[in-house]
T-cell receptor, first 111, second 115 residues
Framework: GNSVTQMEGPVTLSEEAFLTINCTYT??????LFWYVQYPGEGLQLLLK?????DKGSNKGFEATYRKETTSFHLEKGSVQVSDSAVYFC??????????FGTGTSLTVIP | SAVISQKPSRDICQRGTSLTIQCQVD?????MFWYRQQPGQSLTLIAT?????????ESGFVIDKFPISRPNLTFSTLTVSNMSPEDSSIYLC????????????FGPGTRLLVL
């Protein structure tokens, strides 16, 4: 079946620290992969996506590379800011429009 | 992309009552999705709503508890019926936007507290 496993949180970092949030997936075929972000009190927003192996999605300083060999899509940012504090969800889309979400990783960045 | 609005944004309801949540999209879409996000948890798909047909419910969700309407290609409603405190959640409407690697876009959510 299809599933997404992401790093348990919460994660607390100091401003300007390096961020990695791990995400691995199980899927049949070739899914598309996504990272969504949910800021406090808001809905989910698409952060970045990758549609095929070796693609790199990037946005707002965040990056993630679709690694088929390790079935991973880890989220990284070189220097986090207080405004990056949010919950991050990894997700995959399989043929048929069904999305599968990870459990979310809460990130708090302290000044 | 798609811009999605939901009403109400939040509500506090009494046990045993029902609440209808509205979802409006700025473009015509075939499929609309309703999710539930319980406190501190990930998203759970409740049902998929296609215009002109009955909604398709996921395991654990039934039409009597969560009736859905889909009268046209830009609008849907989800009703949470006979509410109990366990229904306290964020309810999210979403749509897929086409193209390669179709992306799911979400409304801002409806925060429901049942007392």
């Amino acid at each position: 079946g299809n599933s997404v496993t992401q790093m348990e949180g919460p994660v607390t970092l100091s401003e300007e620290a390096f961020l990695t949030i791990n995400c691995t997936y199980t899927a049949t075929g070739y899914p598309s992969l996504f990272w969504y972000v949910q800021y406090p009190g808001e809905g989910l927003q698409l952060l970045l996506k990758a549609t095929k192996a070796d693609d790199k999605g990037s946005n707002k300083g965040f990056e993630a590379t679709y690694r088929k060999e390790t079935t991973s899509f880890h989220l990284e940012k070189g220097s986090v800011q207080v405004s990056d504090s949010a919950v991050y969800f990894c997700a995959l889309r399989q043929a048929g429009n069904q999305f599968y979400f990870g459990t979310g990783t809460s990130l708090t960045v302290i000044p | 992309s798609a811009v999605i609005s939901q009403k109400p944004s939040r509500d506090i309801c009494q046990r045993g009552t029902s609440l209808t949540i509205q979802c409006q999209v700025d473009s015509q879409v075939t499929m609309m999705f309703w999710y539930r996000q319980q406190p501190g948890q990930s998203l759970t798909l409740i049902a998929t709503a296609n215009q002109g047909s009955e909604a398709t419910y996921e395991s654990g969700f039934v039409i009597d508890k969560f009736p859905i309407s889909r009268p046209n290609l830009t609008f849907s409603t989800l009703t949470v019926s006979n509410m109990s405190p366990e229904d306290s959640s964020i309810y999210l409407c979403s749509v897929n936007s086409g193209g390669a690697g179709e992306t799911q876009y979400f409304g801002p959510g409806t925060r429901l507290l049942v007392l």
